[in-house]
């Protein structure tokens, strides 16, 4: 009797701890978006893979990064996984300089909210929004170059009011995406 109770309180930590095992090592390894799968949803070709990207413009935060040549792709990080907003993704386009207008702006600004010190603006980008397919948003972002202690950070943030949060693609950005 004393055998049975033994390997039965056996069998149910073995099986406590099995669960524990698979319930971290999910959490710790957070589902990426397959290449060909964000190629087929942006039906673009040719991409690689940046890696992870905080966001303002999608449904939650937490996205991923491809790109080739003249764009850059930020789709959910769930893409794919079935849920309602798997399907958005932004677009945003190689950059152009910016105009007298926009430096203007952009000084006015800093004087009015003065968030900006620090902060070097190097151009601006289209980027426009899709839900399953269809544009839903479209405006212009400011490439944001930042300096904090620790190194240096690139951001898209909104040209109409910089202030706002946009996409932070953290120091592996500035390296990849500064002359983008």
Request: with cysteine; glycine share 8%.
């Amino acid at each position: 009797m004393g055998k049975r109770i033994f390997f039965v309180m056996l069998a149910v930590c073995f099986l406590l701890f099995s669960l524990f095992f698979i319930y971290s090592f999910s959490m710790s390894h957070e589902s990426v978006p397959s290449k060909r799968q964000v190629e087929n949803t942006v039906s673009a070709n040719d991409l690689q893979k940046f890696g992870p990207v905080e966001g303002a413009f999608l449904h939650t935060p937490k996205n991923y990064g491809f790109y080739n040549k003249h764009r850059l792709y930020i789709v959910e990080q769930s893409l794919g996984n079935h849920e309602e907003f798997s399907g958005w993704y932004a677009v945003i386009e190689s950059g152009e300089a910016l105009t007298a207008e926009d430096e203007a702006a952009l000084q006015l600004y800093a004087k009015k909210e003065n968030p900006l010190n620090g902060l070097e603006y190097k151009s601006k980008h289209k980027m426009r929004v899709y839900q399953n397919g269809e544009v839903t948003k479209e405006e212009w972002l400011l490439k944001a170059v930042f300096f904090p202690d620790e190194g240096r950070y690139l951001s898209f943030v909104p040209l109409a009011d910089p202030g706002d949060p946009g996409f932070n693609l953290f120091a592996e950005g500035y390296k990849k995406f500064l002359d983008f």
